[in-house]
């Protein structure tokens, strides 16, 4: 059922691109809004196009490591689409190949790990983007406060299960690379392509960590058994349970700052606590 005034196809429809940008894109086709990307990821044709969400900064790095990751045979990518006059965006839209896949299942998420390896090998000898020192959004301060690079915010400290993880902390020892920091509902599945790895969101930290929030981020959100983290941690070495403990961490401050009136600690809590004693707590 559609809202009155909104069209079929999505053009001229409200939070659709307009048409002076899919004219700069090159795109022809009617948009039609992307499900489960809340009427702001628009498809066209081949063309995908959704609102800048990056510094100018993050995203000419984006398409450049794309790029140089496009035709891997282990992994897939989509790098950004240029304007006719070579802009990478376009009255705040930016543009990006289209490519086919499924999201994942609950059951699908050893395959999104395997898919962030592969990507990750690629970019294992990228260098620290000067771009992650200026950013400043919620997940980027959430990030640096799970690894005690700032405080935890004192409404996030109080809260029972951030203290249980805080308590649990401790240092680890892992080399830290260009990650994908959300990859959990960034790959997409086809039964005879490459794993289709989307959205390249850069943090420096262990490989580990990735495969923590993937791990963390099914168990929480996304009905998966809390015995997925045991499994995991027996698949990735001794220095997991801590990288888990940071990516819960991570994911309940920023949670919090986004949402502090929901009741988090009961989603977190079977998370936390498996955590936990993986951690020795």
């Not at 005879?192 to 990735?210: E, F, H, I, N, S």
Request: proline residues 11%; hydrophobic residues 50%.
């Amino acid at each position: 059922m559609r809202a009155p005034g909104e069209s079929e196809t999505g053009r001229g429809a409200p939070g659709a691109p307009p048409p002076e940008v899919l004219t700069a894109f090159g795109v022809t086709a009617e948009p039609v809004p992307l499900r489960g990307g809340q009427r702001t990821v628009w498809r066209a044709g081949g063309t995908v196009l959704k609102p800048l969400d990056v510094s100018d900064e993050e995203l000419a790095w984006q398409a450049a490591v794309l790029t140089a990751v496009d035709g891997a045979r282990d992994v897939r990518v989509a790098p950004p689409v240029r304007a006719a006059d070579g802009r990478l965006a376009v009255g705040g839209w930016t543009a990006w190949r289209h490519e086919p896949g499924a999201p994942p299942t609950p059951g699908d998420y050893p395959a999104v790990v395997a898919a962030g390896r592969a990507l990750h090998r690629h970019l294992a000898d990228l260098p620290r983007p000067a771009f992650l020192d200026r950013r400043d959004h919620v997940w980027a301060r959430a990030d640096r406060a799970a690894w005690g690079e700032e405080p935890v915010p004192a409404t996030a400290a109080r809260l029972p299960h951030v203290q249980a993880l805080l308590a649990a902390r401790r240092p680890v020892d892992a080399p830290a690379q260009v990650v994908h920091g959300d990859l959990t509902d960034n790959v997409h599945l086809h039964p005879a392509r490459p794993p289709l790895v989307l959205d390249l969101t850069a943090y420096w930290r262990p490989v580990g960590w990735a495969t923590a929030v993937v791990a963390a981020d099914a168990v929480v959100f996304r009905g998966a058994p809390p015995g997925l983290l045991a499994r995991a941690a027996a698949a990735e070495g001794p220095a997991f349970p801590q990288l888990l403990v940071r990516a819960l961490l991570f994911r309940a401050v920023a949670d919090h700052l986004l949402a502090p009136g929901r009741a988090w600690a009961r989603w977190f809590a079977p998370a936390v606590r498996r955590a936990v004693d993986l951690a020795g707590g």
